[in-house]
Protein backbone atom coordinates (compact mmCIF):
# COMPACT_ATOMS: atom_id res chain seq x y z
CA UNK A 1 0.00 0.00 0.00
CA UNK A 2 1.62 3.25 -1.22
CA UNK A 3 1.03 5.97 1.71
CA UNK A 4 2.81 8.86 3.56
CA UNK A 5 2.36 8.59 7.35
CA UNK A 6 3.57 11.85 9.48
CA UNK A 7 3.77 11.42 13.50
CA UNK A 8 5.56 13.68 16.02
CA UNK A 9 3.37 16.24 16.34
CA UNK A 10 1.58 17.33 19.86
CA UNK A 11 1.64 20.56 22.16
CA UNK A 12 4.35 22.81 22.61
CA UNK A 13 4.45 26.13 24.61
CA UNK A 14 5.74 28.83 23.10
CA UNK A 15 9.78 28.93 22.17
CA UNK A 16 9.66 25.01 22.51
CA UNK A 17 10.15 22.37 19.59
CA UNK A 18 9.04 19.77 18.11
CA UNK A 19 10.33 17.33 14.66
CA UNK A 20 8.00 15.56 12.55
CA UNK A 21 8.43 12.53 10.44
CA UNK A 22 7.11 11.68 7.01
CA UNK A 23 7.50 8.02 6.66
CA UNK A 24 7.09 6.67 2.92
CA UNK A 25 5.84 3.19 2.84
CA UNK A 26 5.17 1.52 -0.79
CA UNK A 27 7.60 3.46 -2.25
CA UNK A 28 10.75 4.93 -2.10
CA UNK A 29 11.20 8.81 -2.22
CA UNK A 30 14.38 8.47 -4.05
CA UNK A 31 13.59 10.96 -7.24
CA UNK A 32 10.42 12.45 -5.01
CA UNK A 33 10.55 16.44 -3.90
CA UNK A 34 9.09 16.35 -0.74
CA UNK A 35 7.05 18.99 1.24
CA UNK A 36 5.69 19.80 4.10
CA UNK A 37 2.33 21.97 4.50
CA UNK A 38 -0.15 22.93 7.45
CA UNK A 39 -3.82 24.04 7.70
CA UNK A 40 -4.12 26.63 10.65
CA UNK A 41 -8.75 26.26 11.93
CA UNK A 42 -10.41 28.45 9.38
CA UNK A 43 -7.22 29.18 7.09
CA UNK A 44 -6.14 27.93 3.89
CA UNK A 45 -3.43 25.52 3.37
CA UNK A 46 0.05 26.69 3.15
CA UNK A 47 3.31 25.30 1.94
CA UNK A 48 5.76 24.88 4.82
CA UNK A 49 8.73 23.72 3.28
CA UNK A 50 10.15 21.48 0.66
CA UNK A 51 13.44 19.37 -0.05
CA UNK A 52 14.50 18.27 -3.63
CA UNK A 53 14.66 14.70 -4.34
CA UNK A 54 18.79 14.85 -3.82
CA UNK A 55 18.60 17.31 -0.91
CA UNK A 56 20.62 19.44 -2.48
CA UNK A 57 17.59 22.33 -2.59
CA UNK A 58 15.39 23.42 0.61
CA UNK A 59 13.15 26.25 0.65
CA UNK A 60 11.24 27.57 3.45
CA UNK A 61 8.23 29.86 3.89
CA UNK A 62 9.13 33.31 5.03
CA UNK A 63 7.11 32.81 8.04
CA UNK A 64 9.38 30.01 9.45
CA UNK A 65 12.75 30.44 8.05
CA UNK A 66 15.30 30.35 10.31
CA UNK A 67 13.29 28.18 12.67
CA UNK A 68 12.69 25.10 11.19
CA UNK A 69 14.74 22.72 9.31
CA UNK A 70 13.67 20.13 6.56
CA UNK A 71 16.04 16.94 6.09
CA UNK A 72 15.96 13.44 4.54
CA UNK A 73 17.29 10.35 5.36
CA UNK A 74 17.23 7.88 2.49
CA UNK A 75 17.66 4.51 4.34
CA UNK A 76 14.63 5.41 6.77
CA UNK A 77 12.61 6.49 3.56
CA UNK A 78 11.77 9.72 5.89
CA UNK A 79 11.72 13.22 5.42
CA UNK A 80 11.94 15.39 8.67
CA UNK A 81 10.74 18.71 10.33
CA UNK A 82 12.79 20.20 12.61
CA UNK A 83 10.19 23.19 14.42
CA UNK A 84 12.21 25.61 16.78
CA UNK A 85 11.33 28.55 18.61
CA UNK A 86 7.63 27.76 17.68
CA UNK A 87 4.93 30.01 17.91
CA UNK A 88 0.89 29.95 18.56
CA UNK A 89 1.32 31.04 15.07
CA UNK A 90 2.38 27.73 14.44
CA UNK A 91 -0.47 25.39 15.57
CA UNK A 92 -2.48 23.81 12.76
CA UNK A 93 -2.59 20.19 10.85
CA UNK A 94 0.84 19.59 9.22
CA UNK A 95 0.59 17.36 6.40
CA UNK A 96 3.46 15.98 3.98
CA UNK A 97 3.56 15.48 0.22
CA UNK A 98 5.67 13.75 -2.43
CA UNK A 99 5.69 14.64 -6.01
CA UNK A 100 8.20 12.57 -8.34
CA UNK A 101 9.73 15.65 -9.59
CA UNK A 102 13.81 14.62 -9.97
CA UNK A 103 16.55 17.56 -10.35
CA UNK A 104 13.80 20.16 -9.49
CA UNK A 105 15.50 23.87 -9.64
CA UNK A 106 14.91 26.42 -6.83
CA UNK A 107 11.95 28.37 -8.46
CA UNK A 108 10.49 24.57 -9.11
CA UNK A 109 10.85 23.73 -5.56
CA UNK A 110 9.11 26.98 -4.05
CA UNK A 111 6.44 26.09 -6.91
CA UNK A 112 6.42 23.00 -5.70
CA UNK A 113 5.68 24.20 -1.82
CA UNK A 114 3.74 27.28 -2.56
CA UNK A 115 0.72 25.03 -4.96
CA UNK A 116 1.17 21.65 -3.33
CA UNK A 117 0.69 19.46 -6.29
CA UNK A 118 1.97 16.48 -4.41
CA UNK A 119 0.86 12.84 -5.82
CA UNK A 120 0.86 11.68 -2.45
CA UNK A 121 -0.42 13.14 0.85
CA UNK A 122 -0.17 12.23 4.27
CA UNK A 123 -2.91 12.30 6.89
CA UNK A 124 -1.17 14.91 8.94
CA UNK A 125 -0.35 15.14 12.27
CA UNK A 126 -1.59 18.18 14.94
CA UNK A 127 0.69 20.54 16.52
CA UNK A 128 -0.43 22.92 19.30
CA UNK A 129 1.10 25.42 20.62
CA UNK A 130 0.07 27.36 23.85
CA UNK A 131 0.98 28.73 26.91
Known amino acids: QVQLVESGGGSVQPGGSLTLSCVAS????????VGWFRQAPGKEREGVSA????????VYSDSVKGRFTISRDYFENTVYLQMNSLHSEDTGIYYC????????????????????????WGQGTQVTVSP
Open 51 to 58: ISSGSSIT
Open 26 to 33: GFTLAGYI
Open 97 to 120: AAAKMANVSRPQATDFMTNGRGSY
